[in-house]
């Protein structure tokens, strides 16, 4: 018997989708996203691929809303990403800034 695990990472992109506050907002650049629960049952179909969303970061850096950019092809991947994705932490902004948009890519990966 193959024992497999699968490897969900959150990676969170530096730059936002608003490229003129990406320079100024440094609470991008702490963030914490932790790594989603992968399914038994998603194992048997060998499910992989990376999910890549937008995610609204507030000024008291929470996850406010998210959506997804580019799918893995699996709607399971997909949901759990987006599940994940909103338990996101950030650093509060200084001074109240406007929430801005940034990126976090998750890959599920069978190894």
Same mark, same amino acid.
């Given at each position: 018997m193959i024992i497999r695990s699968i490897i969900a990472l959150?990676?969170? /992109?530096? &730059?936002?989708?608003?490229? *003129?506050s990406a320079a100024?907002? /440094?609470?991008? *650049?702490? @963030?914490?996203?932790?790594?989603?629960? %992968?399914?038994?049952?998603?194992?048997?179909?060998?499910?992989?691929?990376? #999910?890549?969303?937008a995610v609204l970061v507030d000024a008291k850096g929470n996850v406010?809303?998210? =959506? #997804?950019?580019? /799918? &893995?092809g699996h709607v399971a991947l997909d949901k759990a990403s987006l599940r994940a994705s909103t338990g996101c932490k950030f650093q509060p902004a200084?001074? @109240?800034? *406007?929430?801005v948009w940034a990126q976090?890519? %998750? =890959?599920? #990966?069978l190894n």
């Open positions: 959150g990676l969170i /992109s530096l &730059s936002t989708l608003n490229p *003129a100024t907002d /440094s609470r991008l *650049a702490a @963030g914490d996203c932790e790594a989603p629960a %992968y399914r038994s049952a998603w194992q048997d179909d060998e499910l992989q691929g990376n #999910v890549k969303l406010q809303e998210t =959506k #997804v950019i580019s /799918s &893995s200084a001074n @109240g800034a *406007a929430p976090v890519q %998750y =890959k599920w #990966v």
